[in-house]
Nanobody
Framework: QVQLVESGGGLVQPGGSLRLSCAAS????????MAWYRQAPGKERELVAT???????NYADSVMGRFTISRDNAKNAVYLQMNSLKPEDTAVYYC???????????????WGQGTQVTVSS
């Protein structure tokens, strides 16, 4: 089994910054794509950013130029640096990882428990 644990959420004023972290542990052979999603109250969960094992990144239009996703393969970790935060960024942020647990076995996706980010004055 694989566990993902997020940290770094909190309350920040508009224009401020936060850095989210997510560490994966457990039965890991290889982590493929890692990603951050978010879900605001009353809305569906949406993709924020992805980073492949080759460090190719992809961002939602709403966060392009403000958020930066990165990963540390040695630590099985992914990060989300969030700058110029806006009230509409308020949501629960979830870490997601596509993990291969053994050679020649199909990968599975795992989710963290989520961390609250609130942007408010």
């Amino acid at each position: 089994q694989v566990q993902l644990v997020e940290s770094g959420g909190g309350l920040v004023q508009p224009g401020g910054s936060l850095r989210l972290s997510c560490a994966a542990s457990g039965n890991i052979y290889r982590i493929n794509v890692m990603a951050w999603y978010r879900q605001a109250p009353g809305k569906e969960r949406e993709l924020v950013a992805t980073i492949a094992s080759g460090e190719i990144t992809n961002y939602a239009d709403s966060v392009m130029g403000r958020f930066t996703i990165s990963r540390d393969n040695a630590k099985n970790a992914v990060y989300l640096q969030m700058n110029s935060l806006k009230p509409e960024d308020t949501a629960v942020y979830y870490c997601n990882a596509d993990v291969t647990t053994r050679p020649f076995v199909r990968s599975s996706r795992y989710w963290g428990q989520g961390t609250q980010v609130t942007v408010s004055s």
